[in-house]
């Protein structure tokens, strides 16, 4: 399968813990997006980025929430002393070394904050 | 800013009927791409239209963009219940670096 794969599918995590999502862009995909969406709402732009390099966080909320793209390895979004508003679906999208390509999106990450 | 609004927000038809969606805005998009997300599951791109007015047809789904590059709609012809999921519409923000915004989406329900 070569679409973008994310992990975990499911994650369950007490107020206060952190929470790490993962998401292995398509072969070939150098662009990584990720978005919420909340129940009954569409999916909002949280932040963008290349390889080792973030090129727009303006969706991410100021606090707590950070991403990353190393060089290896998956995108990661991290979300530290989480709250029971970060429940959520979390969704990555990825697309190819030219700007303005479609997106294709991961089966996304459902967070939940008991 | 800019927003999508999509129409009707639910939609329930008869397998067999045919259905139009409708994405509109007050702002001209570059380009509007269309999704069908099913539950449980991630959105999938059925199509991007590009050029005012354009019309593309994929199999019974018929997308047009409008002349100023504003809305764009989805016809369905002979609706089957496979047809049933949220359809999003969504176009790239202006303003930004290619992140895209999202329309709340229309759940379709079609009964067999």
């Known amino acids: 399968n070569a679409g973008v794969m994310q992990n975990p599918r499911h994650l369950v995590r007490r107020r206060g813990q952190e929470a790490r999502l993962r998401c292995s862009p398509m072969?070939?995909?150098?662009?990584v997006y990720w978005y919420r969406q909340l129940p009954e709402e569409g999916l909002k732009f949280m932040v963008y980025l290349q390889k080792e390099n973030i090129i727009d966080e303006s969706g991410m909320p100021k606090e707590r929430f950070s991403a990353e793209f190393p060089k290896e390895g998956p995108s990661i979004l991290r979300i530290q002393q989480v709250v029971r508003g970060d429940s959520a679906a979390y969704f990555c999208a990825s697309s190819g070394q030219v700007k303005n390509q479609p997106q294709h999106f991961g089966d996304g990450t459902r967070l939940s904050i008991l | 800013t800019q927003l999508l609004e999509q129409s009707p927000q639910f939609l329930s038809i008869q397998e067999g009927e045919n259905l139009t969606v409708y994405c509109n805005s007050s702002s001209v998009f570059s380009s509007l791409q269309w999704y069908r997300q099913e539950p449980g599951e991630g959105p999938v791109l059925l199509v991007t239209v590009v050029t005012g007015g354009e019309v593309k047809k994929l199999k019974r789904l018929t997308f047009q963009f409008g002349d100023a590059r504003k809305d764009s709609s989805l016809h369905i012809t002979a609706a089957q219940p496979g047809d049933t999921g949220l359809y999003l519409c969504?176009?790239?923000?202006?303003?930004?670096?290619?992140?895209?915004?999202f329309g709340k989406g229309t759940k379709l329900s079609v009964k067999p």
């Open positions: 969504a176009g790239e923000d202006g303003g930004s670096q290619g992140n895209l915004i």
């Open positions: 072969k070939g995909h150098s662009h």
